[in-house]
């Protein structure tokens, strides 16, 4: 497990992301809690460690519905409270959730929650 972690190595910007986050590994899927998406990766509290590196299959909902499928890899693991901060890179994302990510980034006006679903009515 990979303890350290600099934020200010970031090259993409990030958004908050409260939002269920689907992780499959090793042929088992769980559902966590996420806290940021940026387009090159996303960030989920978890319940146990997983070592820098370890790939996964990756899945969630973003900006009005869209769901997101893709390969990721651990890029860090922290202890944080009782829990686990755990960062993926994106390996394999198609283009176009790439630019939806993008675009939630860049939306100015605030979401209900940030939950990737806008403010109606």
Same mark, same amino acid.
């Given at each position: %497990?990979?303890t $350290? *972690?600099? $934020? $200010?190595?970031r090259?993409?910007p990030?958004?908050p =992301? ?7 590994l !090793?042929?088992e899927y769980r559902?966590y809690?996420?806290?940021?998406v940026?387009?090159r990766g996303?960030?989920? %509290?978890?319940?146990?460690? %997983?070592?820098? !590196?370890?790939?996964?299959? @990756?899945? +969630?909902?973003?900006?009005?519905g869209?769901? @997101?499928v893709?390969?990721g890899?651990?890029r860090?693991c922290?202890?944080?409270? $009782?829990? +686990?901060? =755990?960062?993926?890179?994106? /390996?394999?994302?198609? +283009?176009?959730?790439r630019r939806?990510i993008?675009? *939630?980034i #860049?939306f100015? /006006?605030? /979401? #209900? ?5 806008p403010?109606t009515g």
């Amino acid at each position: %497990m990979n303890t $350290s *972690y600099d $934020s $200010s190595k970031r090259r993409f910007p990030r958004r908050p =992301l409260l939002a269920p986050v689907g992780i499959l590994l !090793n042929g088992e899927y769980r559902v966590y809690p996420s806290f940021d998406v940026g387009e090159r990766g996303v960030g989920i %509290m978890c319940d146990r460690p %997983m070592d820098k !590196n370890q790939q996964v299959v @990756v899945c +969630f909902f973003i900006n009005h519905g869209c769901f @997101v499928v893709c390969r990721g890899e651990v890029r860090f693991c922290r202890a944080e409270g $009782s829990g +686990f901060r =755990l960062g993926f890179e994106f /390996t394999n994302i198609r +283009f176009e959730d790439r630019r939806t990510i993008r675009e *939630y980034i #860049a939306f100015a /006006t605030e /979401t #209900a929650s940030d939950t990737g679903r806008p403010v109606t009515g």
